[in-house]
């Protein structure tokens, strides 16, 4: 089975899941449809704040079901690092939540068809080398594609809630990435110094992202 396959996951298996807009468009055209995207991920992660909704039409999966380790949301494209905690496959959640947003984008800009060019691609973390590196590749996502100079400026994605205590933050389970450092900011030592690296190493690279994600949606 193809290891980007959607439907292959497991309990306890930790996955880098990213996809990309239709033809590469733009699937956040602004701040609010961030928005949207980040309160679907809260609302299926955290059951209990869904339900606490009134007239909140959310199906809420089982508590507790997956982690977000780390997470960036680029104009064109997304990236994830998501664990499985039960044997509820990461399907579960990714398919809902693509399929929400998708009717949100298209009815706010009036268009049709697929939002998404795939469904997603997901490929598992094997590996403390694979955890970390890719941990710092989604981070420096922003840097990378020069939308700013420093990606603990950028609001849309996790870097912000490594570096200090964020309330309301999407993310849990990232101890398993900020315990192997003495400090949050020698975690930040290590990200910035990933950025040349990553660029010079092409062995890196290739451990931590497919040809089809790397070509053309970094930016």
Known sequence: MNNRDY????????????N??????NIFKNSEDYSFFTFRIRQYLFPEESLSIPGSRIVPLPDKS?????????????????????ELPISALMLRLMTS??????TKYKRVGHVFQDRYKQVPVIGNKQLLW????????PKKAKIVSDSLKY???????????????????S?????????????????????????????LREVLMSDEISEGVSK
């Not at 982690?67 to 905690?85: A, E, G, T």
């Not at 947003?101 to 298209?106: C, I, L, V, W």
């Not at 890719?134 to 996502?141: E, G, K, P, R, V």
């Open 20 to 25: 990309r807009g239709n033809d590469k468009i």
């Open 7 to 18: 439907k292959n996951s497991s309990k306890d298996g930790i996955y880098h899941i990213y």
């Open 66 to 86: 997956f982690s977000l380790l780390c997470y960036c949301l680029m104009p064109n494209h997304f990236h994830m690092m998501i664990r499985q905690n039960t």
């Open 175 to 203: 101890e398993l990435i900020l315990d192997q450092f003495k400090t949050r900011k020698e975690y930040g030592h290590f990200v910035d110094d990933s950025y040349k690296l990553l660029d010079e190493k092409e062995e």
């Open 134 to 141: 890719l941990s710092a590749y989604i981070h420096q996502n």
């Open 155 to 173: 609001d849309w994605s996790s870097y912000q809630d490594y570096l200090s205590h964020q309330s309301f933050s999407l993310v849990t389970g």
């Open 101 to 106: 947003y998708s009717k949100y984008f298209n």
